[in-house]
Structures are given as structure tokens and as C-alpha cells.
């Protein structure tokens, strides 16, 4: 039988990468996004490629009932989930530049920290249950090296919900590493998605100067690493932190 996944923000950049490299491996994918267009676009491209089934959904991340409601459906159509890619997120900018801390609003520190932080919670809090039942789960949650260096686009409440999934992540691994769950965090550094993708000529080109590789990456760069996470046999691998990021940023 093959392995169920779910993937937020599954639409689209890093996440729509991620259902197609677990399609690539045998799994059948749920997924969803905020976005009804983005939705339907990656359902029709996906319908075109060989792979296992899908079901997607309109779905916001925030919406506690929504996101266990949709784990719902995807165990009743695809079957027992076991794994799980916490992608869903945003980063508030103005003209394409982070927005200063002492300028940013209360409601965009709060949005953010609901989609990138509290979203995720709710993710595990949905499959936790399922997977315990299994004795067997994969969680990953997708960071940001914002959260590992001193960041130079991202701004405060970015940066702060991605640091903080370090810490959801080692409870996860201290209340259900007994249950066969593993849980760890892919920080992808600057990745070409519509996020970047909205940056001027001459932002990338600072961008791509820092990166010793000499190029930014591909969303298929971070897919390849979280697929391998989710595999059975990645069970060993647990409570690590995997900076994809090109050699920006290197922990010593």
C-alpha cells in the first residue's frame, strides 16, 4: 500500500515541487492552499502527469476545523496519513523590501505568526492522532534560513515564526518519538518562488551574489530533501534541522 501524505501550500513554489517528488516516490498527495485559481491550476497541470491519486482542497491554514476537516477527507479517499510537509506560508513586504519592525503592524505580526506558525500546529494537531493509531509518522516542517542567520530580506514576524517551529518540532519529538514519529525542519534559503519572484533585478543579484553556488534555488532543490524525510526509511533522522540553502549559510 502506498504511503499517504498531506502537503500545505501545496500549490505552488516549494510546495507543488514537494507533491510531485512524493508522486515521483509512490505516495498519494493532499494538498492545499488558500488560493482557489492556484488550486485548480496545479489540479490540472498534476492531471497531465503519471502519479498516484490526489485529492486537493481550498483550504486557510488558520482554520483549525478546515484543516482537520480536510485530513478527513484525504483519509477517506486516499487513505491513513503518514506524512506530513507543514509548507504553508507568508512574508509581509513593501516594494519587495522587509518591513521594518518598529512599522510593523500589529495584524501583520499576528497574520504571520497564524499562517507560519499556528498553521502548522494545527496541521500536526490534525494528524498526530492518525499517526499514533499507525505507530508510524513523518513530519516535516518547512523553516527558513531567516531562522538559522542573521536575516537580510525577511522581516521580524517572518523571522520569528520561522524560529519558533524549532521549537514545535522537538515537542512533537518528545511527546510521539515512541509512537514512531519523526519530526525535523528543511530551512531552504532563497528559492526562487513568486515570493522572490517579485524581488527587482537588481534585489536577485544581491541575492544570488551571497549564495556560493552561484545560483538561487529551485524549488525542486527543497522537494528532493523533504521527500527523502518522509520516507519509511528515514526513521533515524529526527529532531534535525537541514539547511538547503546553496552554502549561504553553513552550522558549525
Request: charged share 15%; with cysteine.
Amino acid at each position: 500500500m502506498s504511503q499517504v501524505a498531506i502537503v500545505s501550500g501545496g500549490s505552488t513554489g516549494i510546495g507543488l515541487a514537494t507533491v510531485r517528488a512524493m508522486r515521483g516516490a509512490g505516495m498519494k498527495v493532499g494538498f492545499f492552499s488558500s488560493s482557489p485559481s492556484k488550486v485548480d491550476a496545479a489540479v490540472a497541470a498534476l492531471a497531465s502527469e503519471p502519479g498516484p491519486d490526489i485529492h486537493a482542497a481550498v483550504v486557510d491554514v488558520t482554520d483549525d476545523a478546515a484543516v482537520s476537516a480536510f485530513h478527513a477527507e484525504v483519509e477517506a479517499k486516499l487513505g491513513a496519513v503518514g506524512a506530513l510537509v507543514c509548507n504553508a506560508g507568508i512574508s509581509p513586504k513593501r516594494d519587495g523590501k522587509r518591513i521594518p519592525l518598529h512599522e510593523t503592524t500589529r495584524a501583520q505580526w499576528e497574520s504571520t505568526l497564524s499562517v507560519n506558525l499556528a498553521g502548522a500546529f494545527n496541521c500536526a494537531r490534525a494528524c498526530l492522532p492518525s499517526m499514533m493509531s499507525q505507530r508510524y509518522g513523518r513530519i516535516v516542517l518547512v523553516g527558513s534560513i531567516a531562522a538559522r542567520a542573521t536575516p537580510k530580506l525577511a522581516g521580524a514576524p517572518y523571522v520569528a515564526s520561522k524560529s519558533a517551529l524549532s521549537g514545535l518540532m522537538r515537542s512533537v519529538i518528545s511527546e510521539y518519538s515512541a509512537y514512531g514519529i519523526t519530526c525535523n525542519i528543511v530551512a531552504p534559503g532563497n528559492v526562487v518562488t513568486d515570493m522572490v519572484a517579485a524581488l527587482s533585478a537588481e534585489q536577485l543579484a544581491q541575492l544570488t551574489a551571497r549564495v556560493p553556488v552561484g545560483r538561487l534555488g529551485k524549488p525542486e532543490d527543497i522537494a528532493l530533501v523533504i521527500e527523502m524525510l518522509c520516507r519509511p526509511t528515514a526513521g533515524f533522522v529526527n529532531g534535525a534541522v537541514i539547511d538547503v540553502n546553496g552554502g549561504e549559510f553553513v552550522a558549525v
